[in-house]
């Protein structure tokens, strides 16, 4: 699966921004799919993930609350609503995918074989 995020931009601190990671060759609703994000010098961070399986996602304490992921199984997508942005929340947005993945492995960057390429994410102040 060929996977490409978009939707970043630049945005007042309590504004609200709308990823989207849309997938090709496969279909998105087979794989369970996450968004990450990281800023430089640091780690990818976990941030939502949505199961394969459905039922209920998981979110980052950070965002919790403030972000929604699902699922829009008609356009082959994964959106992440993000709603009373933080400058603390400015990185470069990542969502993954991976077949297989297990529930102890959701939040962890190296257990997915998809990546996209990345969309920026600014929060001013």
């Known amino acids: 699966v060929q996977l490409q995020a978009s939707g970043g931009g630049l945005v007042q601190a309590g504004g609200s921004l709308r990823l989207s990671c849309a997938a090709s060759?496969?279909?998105?609703?087979?794989?369970?799919v996450a968004w990450f994000r990281q800023v430089p010098g640091k780690e990818r961070d976990f941030v939502a993930g949505?199961?394969?399986?459905?039922?209920?996602?998981s979110y980052a304490d950070s965002v919790k609350g403030r972000f929604s992921i699902s699922r829009d199984n008609a356009k082959n997508t994964v959106s992440l609503q993000m709603n009373s942005l933080k400058p603390e929340d400015t990185a470069v947005y990542y969502c993954?995918?991976?077949?297989?993945?297990?529930?102890?492995?959701?939040?962890?960057?190296?257990?997915?074989?998809?990546w996209g390429q990345g969309t920026l994410v600014t929060v001013s102040s």
């Open positions: 993954a995918a991976d077949l297989q993945l297990i529930l102890s492995s959701l939040r962890s960057s190296k257990a997915y074989d998809y």
């Open positions: 060759g496969r279909t998105i609703s087979r794989y369970t």
């Open positions: 949505i199961f394969r399986s459905g039922g209920t996602p």
